[in-house]
């Protein structure tokens, strides 16, 4: 097996979703570590050239994420840039992934080495048709355009370890096969008729003469209902499943690779401890619990909340892109290229430590409200379980509210503020736990058997150097440093910023 480093060195490399969290980590390290790399395209959503130069200048190479690499090359970094990055406006919703320049696609078509799909829509309710089309159809024009590929070594695709939907119990890196569902129903699971679904449901809506927004809102609760119809909590693991089985009937003519990433923190390491982007996954709670918004929690506190922090994430895509490429494992393994990425079996954290964490940095280093002054937080009430939590809400929220309805009503300058703030609250608790409920009362394990032979295969073939360098082992996170004094002040950092 080469070497990580030799094996990227002049390889030619797409990437879809690099304006996001995880895509931009990958460019970084990529040219952090083997700035030999022939070159990157980057398809990235925009109307034209100039539009996609501007969004990888600003949402790419313009963060701080960047900073080591700049540092780096000093006065050439810009073209360094421009000679290694080479941005393509497209959409992987469309043919082609909407590369319509057809100079440019033929020179893709010859060019490139490695497909990594990180394109994705992250909304767990989305519209239903906007899901399809991206956590979908677009890995099935992402397949369409590999098979083009003339010297195509490795197609990656991310997914996420939740397309099993609420399992229990060790939940093994199985294929999800065609058609698969996750509950006993009547009718089947086909793409095409989901597609066609989702296109008519749309139309019906459309002749009503009702408004965007209400159209809108009735395709994400049709995704909620076609999801929960087949067993998935929501639309968009639902979505992401389909997506998976679309690239299942291609494995025998593509080389594949599928990563089912957990729950995606901040960086443990590199190129710096603690960056992170947008507010994600258990963030939200955490931040809401900072901020004293949320002082009840629904949640198994026995729970174990799946994390892996995004630079060993994305050491793992690369060693298994490396691996898999080099034919390190026998192709008649059955599953052998689906990998689990994260932490419940090796090095598990449970809801109750992370709770206790959390509650312990915002106490000594509280967030500061909009008037200057400190937030207090209290430690909270956890729920375990859905009854309770309904009888909590009633009487901390519906019953007060509806009394506040009517003080509002009689005495608006008194009231009104107080029931409006007490109404937005209620909503935002709501809300979470909606998105959050099959993550917090969860009760599975990832297995990881898959990635943790790839990091035995690693250890076995790459010098300690290498070895350290691309770590994906999350035994070795303590989680308690890293989250008190690293991934909570990279939230405040990066996310809250104010
Ligand atoms: N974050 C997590 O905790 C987590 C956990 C498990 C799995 N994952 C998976 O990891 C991958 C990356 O996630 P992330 O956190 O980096 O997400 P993210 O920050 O939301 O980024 C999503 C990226 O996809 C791009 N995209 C969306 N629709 C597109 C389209 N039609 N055509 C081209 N690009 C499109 C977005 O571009 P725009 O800038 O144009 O919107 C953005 O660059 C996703 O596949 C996700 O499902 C994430």
Redesign the pocket.
């Known amino acids: 097996m080469e070497n990580i480093q030799h094996f990227l060195e002049s390889k030619t490399i797409l990437v ?8 931009k980590l990958l460019v970084e390290k990529i040219l952090r570590i083997q700035p030999n790399v022939k070159k990157f395209y980057l ?4 109307p034209d050239g100039d539009s996609a130069m501007q ?1 990888m200048q600003s ?1 790419v190479v313009g963060k701080e994420l960047f900073k080591d690499v700049r540092k780096k090359w000093g006065k050439d970094f810009d073209s360094f840039i421009s000679e290694k990055l080479i941005p393509v406006p ?5 043919q082609n ?2 590369v319509e320049e057809v100079n440019l696609r033929e020179e893709m078509w010859k060019d490139i080495d490695i497909i990594v ?6 909304d767990f309710y989305e519209r239903y048709d906007t899901a399809l ?3 979908s159809m ?1 890995v099935l024009n992402v397949v369409k355009f590999a098979m083009k590929c003339v010297k195509l070594k490795m197609l990656l695709h ?5 397309v099993c939907g609420e399992g229990e119990g060790v939940i093994v890196e199985r294929e999800l096969y065609p058609g698969q569902t996750l509950r006993a129903t009547s009718s089947k699971l086909d793409f095409e008729i989901e597609m066609k679904l989702a296109a008519q449901k749309l139309d019906d809506l459309r002749a009503q003469g009702i408004s965007e927004a209400l159209i809108a809102s009735d395709m994400k609760d049709f995704g909620i209902q076609r999801a929960k119809k087949f067993g998935w909590p929501n639309t ?1 693991v639902f979505t ?1 499943a389909m997506g998976e089985m679309c690239i299942g009937q291609y494995k025998d003519s593509l080389p594949t690779v599928i990563i ?6 901040s960086t443990y390491n590199e190129p710096f401890p603690g960056w992170i ?2 507010l ?2 258990i963030d939200s709670v955490v931040v809401g619990h900072g901020k004293g918004k949320i002082t009840c929690f629904l949640a198994d506190p026995a729970c174990i909340m799946d994390m892996i922090p995004g630079d060993m994430l994305i050491n793992a895509m690369i060693v298994a892109m490396v691996a898999h490429a080099n034919q390190c494992f026998s192709k008649s393994t059955k599953n052998n290229n689906i990998y689990h990425v994260g932490s419940s079996l090796r090095n598990p954290i449970s809801f109750s430590m992370l709770h206790q964490f959390s509650y312990s940095y915002f106490t000594k280093n509280p967030l500061i409200s909009m008037d200057g002054k400190p937030i207090k937080i209290t430690k909270g009430t956890v729920l375990s379980n859905m009854p309770t939590f309904r009888i909590y809400m009633l009487i901390r929220y519906l019953l007060p509210l509806q009394m506040l309805q009517l003080l509002s009503k009689a005495f608006p300058s008194s009231f009104r503020d107080l029931y409006v703030n007490s109404m937005r609250k209620f909503n935002l608790v709501t809300r979470l736990v909606q998105l959050y409920k099959p993550y917090v009362l969860f009760k599975g394990i990832f297995d990881d058997t898959n990635s943790e032979r790839l990091r035995e295969k690693a250890r076995e073939i790459f010098n300690y150097v290498e070895v350290d360098l691309f770590n994906f082992d999350p035994k070795c996170i303590d989680w308690k440093d890293y989250l008190i004094n690293i991934h909570f002040p990279g939230v405040k950092k990066f996310v809250i910023k104010k």
């Open positions: 879809t979703g690099s304006t996001g969290f995880l895509g398809l990235l959503r925009a969004r949402e497209g959409d992987v919703s469309s992934l909407g799909n990180s394109a994705a829509t992250t089309n991206i956590n677009g991310v997914s996420t370890a939740y968009y992401k089912r990433p957990t729950m995606i923190t982007e947008g994600r996954t």
